[in-house]
C-alpha cells in the first residue's frame, strides 16, 4: 500500500513539472514566485489539475449501495438527475487552480532543461570538504523507501525456480519479506566547490521600480540556477549611484537616490570585497551589474574598462552586465563594453528592454555553463 502511495505521489510531482514546464515563461516575467518562496521550496499556483475525491452522500438515504435497490437504480436515489440536460447550470466559475510546492533543486531542473543550460564547470581548487551519503551497495533490511526494485525481483525469482513453483505460461513474481533487497550507503568526504554572486545595481534617479522589479526577478533565477550548482553559495549586494556601498538584499531593492552615477565606484568596491573575503583560489565568482546605461563621464566609463581589464576579470568565471532599458537612461554603457571587451569571452552583455526579456537575458548570462 505504501509503494502505491509512493507511486502516485512519484506521478503527481510529474504533472506538477509538466506544469510547471508549461508556465515557466509566465512564471518568469511576471515574477509570481517572489513573494512565494521558502527556505528550501516555493509555492506554485498551478492550474487545471483535478484532484479526485470522496463526496459523501446525506444519512439515511436508501438507494443503491445501502438497503434495497434494483439493478440500474440512480446512486442519488433521484431518477434522471443529470440526464438529457434536465440539470441547472451553474454561474460559479470552476476551481481548477491548486497550489502545490515545489523544490528550487526541481524548478533549477526545469529551468535548465528549458532553456537548455548546461552544467557549471567549477574552477580552482575547493578547500572546503563536507560529508555525502552515498548510495554504494545492497542489504537485506531497510525502509520502503530504499527498495532495490530490479534485485528483490532477481531474489524472488530465483527462489521461485529453486523451489519448483515457477510457471513460465503463468509468470507470477510475488516477492515475500526474505526476497526483499534494500539500498544502503556510506558516507563520503568530498571537495565543495563555493561560490559568490556580487550583485551591483546603480539605483540613481534614472532607475525607476519597473527596472529594479526586472532586476529582482532576474536574480532570483540567477541565484536558483547557481544554487543547484554550488554547494556553498553567497550572495553580496552593492548598490551605487555617484557612490557605492555594501547593503542587505532587502535595501538593494528598495533603494532609490536623485544622485548621478559613477559606476566605477561599483567596481572598485566589489574588487576590493573579493580581494578581502572571497580569494579567487576558494572561491567561483560571478558579478552581475545592472544599470540602465547611464554613466557620469567618458573618463569614469574609461576607468571601469581598466579595472574590469586588469583587476576583475582575471579573478572572476565571468563578468556579467545587464542593461535594463529605461525613458531616462542613455544607454550607452553597453556599447563602451562591447568595444571595448567585446572580444573577451569573460565578459557578457545583455539588454533587458521589459520583464518579457527576462528568459533570453537569463540564457545569455548562463548558457555559456561557466
Not at 194 to 211: C, L, P, R, T
Not at 314 to 332: K, L, R
Amino acid at each position: 500500500m505504501a509503494l502505491k502511495i509512493d507511486q502516485d505521489h512519484a506521478r503527481f510531482r510529474d504533472i506538477v513539472k509538466g506544469k510547471v514546464r508549461e508556465n515557466l515563461k509566465r512564471y518568469i516575467s511576471q515574477g509570481e514566485l517572489l513573494g512565494r518562496q521558502g527556505k528550501d521550496t516555493v509555492s506554485i499556483p498551478v492550474p487545471q489539475i483535478d484532484i479526485p475525491r470522496f463526496r459523501f452522500g446525506e444519512r439515511q438515504q436508501g438507494g443503491a449501495g445501502q438497503g434495497e435497490g434494483k439493478p440500474g437504480d440512480p446512486v442519488s436515489g433521484q431518477e434522471g438527475e443529470g440526464e438529457g440536460g434536465q440539470g441547472k447550470a451553474g454561474q460559479g466559475e470552476g476551481a481548477h487552480t491548486l497550489e502545490v510546492d515545489i523544490t528550487l533543486d526541481d524548478l533549477a531542473q526545469i529551468l535548465g532543461e528549458e532553456l537548455q543550460l548546461p552544467r557549471i564547470e567549477p574552477r580552482g581548487q575547493a578547500r572546503v570538504v563536507a560529508d555525502k551519503d552515498k548510495y554504494t551497495g545492497i542489504r537485506r533490511t531497510g525502509p520502503e523507501s530504499l527498495r532495490h526494485f530490479r534485485r528483490t525481483y532477481r531474489e524472488a525469482l530465483k527462489r521461485q525456480i529453486s523451489s519448483g513453483v515457477y510457471n513460465p505460461e503463468r509468470p507470477a513474481i510475488v516477492p515475500i519479506r526474505d526476497d526483499k533487497r534494500f539500498r544502503s550507503w556510506n558516507v563520503s568526504t568530498q571537495p565543495v566547490a563555493n561560490a559568490v554572486i556580487v550583485y551591483m545595481m546603480d539605483v540613481s534617479g534614472s532607475m525607476g521600480d519597473e527596472q529594479k522589479e526586472i532586476v529582482r526577478i532576474e536574480s532570483f533565477w540567477l541565484d536558483t540556477w547557481l544554487r543547484s550548482q554550488y554547494r556553498g553559495l553567497e550572495s553580496v549586494y552593492i548598490i551605487h549611484d555617484a557612490s557605492a556601498k555594501e547593503v542587505d538584499r532587502d535595501t538593494f531593492f528598495h533603494t532609490r537616490e536623485s544622485g548621478g552615477t559613477m559606476i566605477s565606484s561599483a567596481y572598485k568596491l566589489c574588487h576590493d570585497i573579493i580581494q578581502r573575503r572571497y580569494p579567487a583560489e576558494d572561491w567561483n565568482i560571478y558579478p552581475f551589474h545592472f544599470s540602465d546605461g547611464d554613466n557620469w563621464s567618458v573618463d569614469d566609463t574609461q576607468q571601469c574598462i581598466s579595472l574590469l581589464r586588469e583587476k576583475i576579470l582575471p579573478v572572476v568565471n565571468m563578468f556579467c552586465y545587464g542593461q535594463v532599458e529605461s525613458p531616462y537612461g542613455s544607454g550607452q554603457f553597453v556599447k563602451d563594453l562591447r568595444e571595448h571587451l567585446g572580444k573577451d569571452d569573460r565578459v557578457i552583455t545583455s539588454e533587458i528592454r521589459d520583464k518579457d526579456a527576462i528568459i533570453d537575458s537569463i540564457k545569455t548570462f548562463l548558457g555559456k555553463g561557466k
